[in-house]
């Protein structure tokens, strides 16, 4: 039983192009997030949804735009994609957005390499 | 602003040995969570430990434990009995706004036989 889940796991494209991300969880939580780890390891939060609607929008370009069609599913577009995208993006969700406790999720990531 | 600090880029230890990881946090937020996470080198992201800066005691799960210092603003990972395993990036995060995770930049802990 997979809790959280990424497609697809490897995406290779060419600048310039257009790509989706898909991530769905069973887990019955309210909130889902994306986060983008550079080559460098480093993990950061771009956006947040609660029961579909944004609540965390970090500095993203705009080419990025995330979208949930119910709770269980967030789904990231990237649009005109450049080599900087080039990262391993990962899918992650919690029961709900308030409170210290709240662990988070992962899914197994998506590794974009954009040539 | 909410930072992370981990100040060992990597660590080693001998098998069956203890490991210490630093971590220091830095927020203004009277209420937080501290969290502990492991990425193998297949990449996923696995939950090690949790702290809430109202807990009085320190974290506990199995092998892991967080030495938490809640005055000098640090929450330690400790490994006991290492395993081979236990090599893996790990990576302290806390609870931002929006409960969003910090993350700081991680250390690569190998474990030698």
């Not at chain 1, 709770?71 to 577009?77: D, E, G, S, T």
């Not at chain 1, 080599?83 to 899918?91: K, R």
Request: charged letters at 20%.
């Amino acid at each position: 039983d997979t809790a959280v889940s990424q497609t697809p796991k490897y995406l290779v494209t060419q600048m310039g192009n257009d790509k989706s991300i898909k991530c769905e969880q069973n887990l019955g939580h309210d909130t889902m997030y994306w986060y983008k780890q550079d080559s460098k390891k480093f993990l950061k939060i771009m956006f947040s949804y609660n029961n579909k609607e944004l609540i965390i929008n970090e500095t993203v370009p705009n080419r990025f735009s995330p979208k949930s069609p119910d709770k269980a599913h967030l789904n990231l577009h990237i649009n005109s994609l450049e080599l900087g995208d080039s990262a391993v993006y990962f899918c992650a969700s919690s029961q709900a957005s308030g409170g210290s406790y709240n662990e988070q999720f992962f899914g197994p990531g998506t590794r974009l390499t954009v040539l | 602003a909410q930072k992370i600090t981990q100040t060992q880029p990597g660590m080693f230890v001998q098998e069956k040995e203890a490991v210490t990881l630093d971590c220091t946090y830095d927020t203004s937020d009277p209420s937080y969570g501290l969290f502990w996470y492991k990425q193998p080198s297949s990449g996923e992201m696995i939950f090690l430990i949790y702290q809430g800066s109202y807990d009085q005691q320190n974290a506990t799960e199995g092998r892991y434990s967080l030495n938490f210092q809640k005055a000098r603003k640090s929450a330690n990972l400790v490994i006991s009995a290492s395993q081979l395993g236990d090599s893996a990036m790990y990576f302290c995060a806390m609870t931002g706004g929006y409960n969003k995770l910090i993350f700081g930049a991680g250390t690569r802990l190998a474990v030698h036989p």
